[in-house]
């Protein structure tokens, strides 16, 4: 079974600085995608980056990048230039087919 | 254009009740898949529809069980509700199973409370 791993609980960063968000991940799969969601208090599930297993490119989006290490299962998400408006639970998700699989999230504080 | 849309918002329930939740994906989406979070967690998979026929089904008992309709809505049914069923249920559409670089776009779920 896949398993998703987020080993930060809580985390927090300053205005305008920069923050790593962790996240691990198990499979035998090889082609797959990985996600990362936000979930402010709204409660609304909203996605941020996606990369697929098979593009060795990181994905960006804005402020948002990642680093996806296949063979050491690592996938994790930067937000450069951090603003209020980006706290919120962030979740790390796999999917496999149509059925992801979430990590158990990071709560991100960010400090004016 | 009319993103995924899920009601009630909040419901209260007793232990025993059963309860429906609705979902309605965005239009052209086929797929729709349905995830509990339980406080402080990540949300699990509970059933993917596409199609109007499962496709897939996570680690739950018998007593939930969903349906898709003709045009692409959807329900989730849980019967002889528990404490432990008081969740977020959320609903997310999909174009379609699977499909590539296609991500599932989630509703605001509804909250349900077991007194």
């Known amino acids: 079974a896949q398993t998703v791993t987020q080993s930060q609980p809580e985390m927090s960063v300053q205005e305008a600085e920069t923050v790593t968000l962790s996240c691990t991940y198990d499979?035998?799969?090889?082609?797959?995608?990985l996600f990362w969601y936000k979930q402010p208090p709204s409660r609304q599930m909203i996605l941020v980056i996606r990369?697929?297993?098979?593009?060795?490119q990181n994905a960006t989006e804005n402020r948002f990048s990642v680093n996806f290490q296949k063979a050491a299962k690592s996938f994790s998400l930067k937000i450069s230039d951090s603003q209020l408006g980006d706290a919120a639970m962030y979740f790390c998700?796999?999917?496999?087919?149509?059925?992801?699989?979430f990590g158990e999230g990071t709560q991100l504080t960010v400090n004016p | 254009d009319a993103g995924v849309t899920q009601s009630p918002t909040h419901l209260i329930k007793t232990r025993g009740q059963h309860v429906t939740l609705r979902c309605s994906p965005i239009?052209?989406?086929?797929?729709v898949s349905w995830y509990q979070q339980v406080l402080g967690q990540g949300p699990q998979f509970i059933f993917q529809?596409?199609?109007?026929?499962?496709?897939g089904r996570g680690n739950f008992p018998d007593r939930f069980s969903a349906r898709q309709f003709p045009n692409y809505s959807s329900e989730l049914n849980v019967n002889a509700l528990l404490l432990g069923d008081s969740a977020l249920y959320l609903c997310?559409?999909?174009?379609?199973?699977?499909?590539?670089?296609?991500?599932?776009?989630f509703g605001d779920g509804t909250r349900l409370s077991i007194l």
């Open positions: 997310a559409s999909s174009l379609a199973v699977g499909a590539r670089n296609q991500p599932q776009h």
């Open positions: 499979t035998s799969e090889s082609d797959y995608y």
């Open positions: 990369q697929e297993a098979y593009k060795q």
């Open positions: 998700a796999y999917r496999l087919g149509s059925r992801l699989t």
């Open positions: 239009s052209g989406h086929k797929s």
């Open positions: 529809y596409y199609e109007k026929e499962e496709r």
